[in-house]
């Protein structure tokens, strides 16, 4: 199996060389971490077995085992290929995203991976790549969003483990990361990733708690989480604005050169509200607000009504298998 997959790896290589060697060295440095992740994984349950382990690294590694099969359970998946190993990165992030987008649309540039499909953005293993790449599409005019990631889905194509970067997470974030990018191998739309990622963060909210209540391992939210969530909407919500703003804008009759300057001043206006209140929304390091931060923002941000319309009419009728019924009505979009 491993044989084969390898040999799957090279041909997508050459295949690409005979196109753009640059693409050729991007997808072998995805493969050079992906080959490591496939032959250094460890299973958690023998990971289980040696006395080596803290107690909270025993009890994150314990609680994902529970966690996975709870949303198994809600999801109605049998024998999901996901997070039942675990593999030791070696450095603090497991990777990094490029978004891009022109410098007047808030539509993000696709990227093509035959035979896997179109995506939204790019995904990165190493900082110092990933910002040369993101360089290059500065300089192209672009407007750029490197983000650190916390996890990803190879959508079924591997065994996707648990990263050590994740280790530390605690209980709820660990379900809201297994509720999100498991529901990636439930549902998946080739070449749409933007519905693909609001659809997997909608269900998160709803999965999340749900397995953590079913492994016991739910504790009411404390009021200090509760005041930190309260006051991320309202960041998200003015960011969010200020995207219906600027897609007007560039939809105006206005010549690009005066786009440009509203953009300006936009963006420049609402980065300095955020900076005037930045301990009140708990932002950390440089704020970037572009078209690109913008796309990701609502590709990650679950605010379609329909999705919670389907989700009502699943709890109503039937409870008892509220998400499997969810996933179908969503295939049907």
């Known amino acids: 199996m491993k044989k084969k997959i390898l040999y799957t790896l090279a041909l997508a290589i050459f295949v690409l060389g005979a196109i753009n060697y640059r693409w050729v060295v991007y997808v072998a440095h995805l493969t050079k971490h992906q080959a490591k992740v496939i032959f250094f994984k460890e299973s958690i349950s023998n990971l289980l077995k040696k006395e080596n382990l803290t107690l909270n690294e025993r009890t994150a590694l314990t609680n994902t085992l529970k966690l996975r099969a709870a949303i198994e359970k809600l999801y109605g998946i049998k024998n999901s290929k996901s997070y039942t190993s675990y593999y030791n990165l070696g450095r603090e992030a497991l990777g990094y995203n490029i978004t891009i987008?022109?410098?007047?649309?808030?539509?993000?540039?696709?990227?093509?991976?035959?035979?896997?499909?179109?995506?939204s953005y790019l995904g990165f293993f190493d900082k110092k790549y990933a910002e040369a790449w993101a360089k290059k599409y500065r300089d192209e005019g672009y407007d750029v969003h490197l983000s650190e990631i916390g996890g990803y889905s190879t959508l079924g194509w591997f065994e996707d483990p648990l990263y050590s970067s994740q280790l530390k997470w605690g209980d709820i974030n660990l379900a809201h990361l297994l509720a999100h990018e498991i529901a990636h191998e439930r549902l998946y739309f080739k070449n749409n990733t933007e519905l693909s990622e609001m659809l997997a963060s909608f269900i998160e909210q709803k999965a999340a708690p749900d397995a953590m209540k079913l492994t016991q391992l739910w504790r009411e939210e404390d009021k200090k989480n509760a005041i930190f969530k309260a006051r991320r909407k309202r960041l998200m919500q003015k960011l969010l604005s200020l995207r219906e703003e600027l897609q007007q804008l560039y939809t105006s009759s206005l010549d690009d050169t005066q786009k440009l300057n509203k953009k300006k001043k936009l963006i420049d206006t609402v980065e300095k509200e955020i900076e005037q209140k930045r301990d009140y929304y708990s932002v950390k390091g440089r704020i970037e607000i572009n078209n690109a931060s913008l796309a990701q923002l609502k590709r990650y941000t679950p605010h379609s009504p329909v999705f919670e319309e389907i989700f009502s009419a699943c709890l109503k009728k039937d409870k008892a298998h509220v998400y499997p019924c969810w996933f179908s009505e969503v295939e049907k979009l």
Request: proline letters at 16%; zero cysteines; a negative charge.
């Open 101 to 119: 987008a022109p410098a007047l649309s808030l539509t993000p540039e696709s990227f093509h991976f035959w035979p896997i499909g179109s995506f």
